[in-house]
């Protein structure tokens, strides 16, 4: 299913420091970037582990059996700090991308965030963000649904599910810096190595609403995996919900730092666009 990619010249097996919630009693939640102005602030506990962390490349992965996908697909876009560009050139190239691998009827596209661990953090409407380190779904049986609506109207989300259609939440996540990503690339987990119960549902409070996420809490049995040397030409689809139940639906991600990053290499700067796709 995927594009055409360059064939990997070793298996880059690596091992990374993750950061996943500790189980606890009451609902943990956090306040989101958007209320606080800065960094989120985070009302639960964390622990770090060392885990094995294999190359994608090694193994093709398709986005409806390990919940995540890498295809070239290069741009055309000369500035992904520009919103005009983005609007005007990046979403046409999305939306050609999804339809494309998914036969999409539809493609809704409702974000754009940038994000590098440049210190500052990448440029964005709301803010600066950096990497986002702790190990999540971005979606839940809750607030995918309901995303879903506010992103495609109740009528129309009615009426794909009503036809039989099916409903997929999709990032496209996308190296933006001049150099491949040699520090904080991203970790994915097979999705279907991941209990159910490892998911623990945490609320996200915004300066107008409530959302709801998956931390995930450690697992002996998750299998991880990331795309060395990622550039401009690649994208990462990254499935976050599914309204079918016989697929993959949640794929916990994270960024974390090589065990060899060089702090001199370029920050990695990066692009993730949601979407919601109509498949009929």
């Known amino acids: 299913m995927n594009q055409a990619l360059a064939a990997p010249v070793a298996d880059l097996a690596t091992t990374g420091d993750l950061t996943f919630i500790v189980r606890q009693d009451e609902k943990p939640y956090f306040l989101s ?42 741009s055309r876009v000369a500035d992904f700090y520009d919103p005009d560009e983005v609007e005007r050139v990046y979403e046409a190239e999305v939306i050609d991308l999804l339809k494309a691998r998914f036969g999409a009827s539809a493609v809704y596209i409702f974000d754009h965030t940038r994000r590098s661990d440049n210190g500052s953090g990448a440029r964005n409407p709301d803010g600066r963000r950096g ?72 609320d996200q409070r915004f300066p107008d609403r409530t959302g709801e996420i998956y931390q995930l809490a450690y697992g002996e049995g998750h299998q991880w995996y990331y795309a060395p040397l990622m550039d401009q030409g690649e994208a990462l689809l990254i499935k976050g919900w599914d309204s079918r139940d ?14 060899d990053q060089d702090p001199a290499a370029p920050p990695r700067e990066s692009i993730e666009t949601r979407t919601f796709l109509a498949i009929e």
Request: charged letters at 25%; aromatic letters at 6%; one cysteine or more.
């Open 131 to 202: 990497p986002a380190v702790r190990v999540h779904c971005d979606y839940t049986d809750k607030s995918g649904p309901q995303r879903a609506r506010d992103a495609m109207g109740d009528a129309e989300y009615e009426r794909v599910i009503a036809a039989g259609g099916r409903i997929v939440q999709v990032n496209v996540w996308r190296s933006i810096g001049d150099a491949p990503v040699q520090r904080a690339p991203l970790a994915l987990a097979a999705a279907a190595s991941v209990p159910k119960a490892d998911l623990i549902a945490t």
């Open 246 to 259: 016989d697929q993959v639906k949640y794929t916990p991600h994270g960024a974390f730092e090589l065990p």
């Open 33 to 74: 970037s958007a209320l606080t102005g800065g960094d989120p602030e985070v009302h639960f506990k964390t622990e770090r582990r060392t885990v094995p962390i294999r190359d994608m490349r090694a193994i093709a992965p398709d986005v409806d059996q390990e919940g995540f996908e890498l295809v070239a697909a290069e």
